[in-house]
């Protein structure tokens, strides 16, 4: 006879340095409002995890001046070893000189504001490749019908109560048939470039412990993931704050019409503007203090409608 589920939670608590802002620094892992593996109930922040050491969720909710965590499943205890990490205690955002007056305005707005550090590749990697060359909704939408279907139930109670999912190990992924990629509107290329990951699977996830220039090289090995998919990636594994996105569609207009008024640049331009921060190492934290100013060029057609590959 099997032995009855553990719902007993481990906890901790976490007290950050200076000002904190929870739901700013941990949004950064949310794949869309209904994204399986990340939910926001009661205050809390609620995460589903397939570590190292096993599937966990992590729930996580301001206590006064700290935080509070409690964890359930195999994986439980690697998730509060490594809660400080990620929630940003291995980030020092005081080294950062804003360049721009608007840069300036957006972190008195924010002082909270923390670069976090999952430590598991793959649970980033996976969504960043999903939203390759589509929209968001679109990849969204593609990660929230894999893991409804291929993953499994959240320990503790997220997964009754919350319907939340931890994704899928690494086998589970390569073993997802060609007709589900399609149906989840996962096109091919993208389908191919997930299962040559998850067959390097180790190899990858020892990118965790590497400087960005090395970690890049590792994932851009494999045939499908270029510059953009490992900054995306990066950006939350290791905390990496010169993890610039380049080749991204919005990103480079955002940070063009912030701080030059100019409505098309593109990633030279981008990079151009961004150069006072490359010294420093500092050019993802500039353009994260950017996007929280939600500055846009106005639309000059209207949006395009989605076209949905799972009916073709």
């Known amino acids: 006879m099997s032995a009855a589920p553990d719902h007993r939670a481990r906890t901790r608590t976490w007290a950050p340095p200076g000002p904190y802002d929870l739901w700013r620094t941990l949004g950064v892992l949310r794949r869309g409002p209904g994204d399986p593996a990340f939910r926001v109930a009661d205050g809390a922040v609620w995460r589903a995890s397939r ?37 940003g205690a291995e980030d020092d955002p005081e080294p950062f000189t804003p360049r721009h007056r608007v840069v300036h305005e957006a972190r008195r707005r924010h002082p909270g504001l923390r670069l976090i550090r999952t430590g598991v590749v793959l649970e980033s990697l996976i969504p960043s490749v999903l939203e390759q060359k589509v929209t968001t909704d679109e990849a969204y939408r593609s990660w929230r019908l894999l893991l409804h279907r291929y993953g499994t139930e959240a320990p503790g109670p997220a997964g ?28 091919g290329k993208r389908a191919a470039t997930i299962v040559r990951a998850v067959r390097r699977a180790r190899a990858l996830q020892a990118a965790a412990d590497m400087d960005l220039d090395a970690a890049t090289r590792r994932l851009t090995a494999i045939t499908g993931i270029g510059p953009w998919t490992a900054a995306e990636t990066l950006q939350r594994v290791i905390g990496a704050a010169d993890a610039v996105t380049v080749g991204d569609l919005h990103l480079p207009r955002i940070v063009g019409y912030t701080l030059a008024g100019e409505r098309n640049a593109d ?16 050019r993802h934290r500039a353009t994260r203090y950017l996007c929280l100013l939600g500055r846009m060029p106005p639309r000059r057609k209207p949006k395009a409608a989605i076209p949905d590959i799972a009916r073709l």
């Open 51 to 87: 570590t190292p050491a096993g599937p966990g969720t992590l729930r996580v909710a301001p206590a006064g001046g700290a935080v509070a965590a409690e964890a359930w499943g195999p994986g439980a205890e690697w998730l509060l070893d490594g809660l400080p990490a990620l929630l």
């Open 160 to 187: 009754p109560e919350l319907r939340m999912r931890v994704m899928p190990d690494a086998r589970g992924w390569a073993m997802i048939p060609s007709w589900e990629w399609h149906r989840a509107g996962v096109d």
């Open 267 to 282: 990633d030279e331009r981008m990079l151009e503007l961004l150069a006072p921060y490359e010294a420093g190492g500092q």
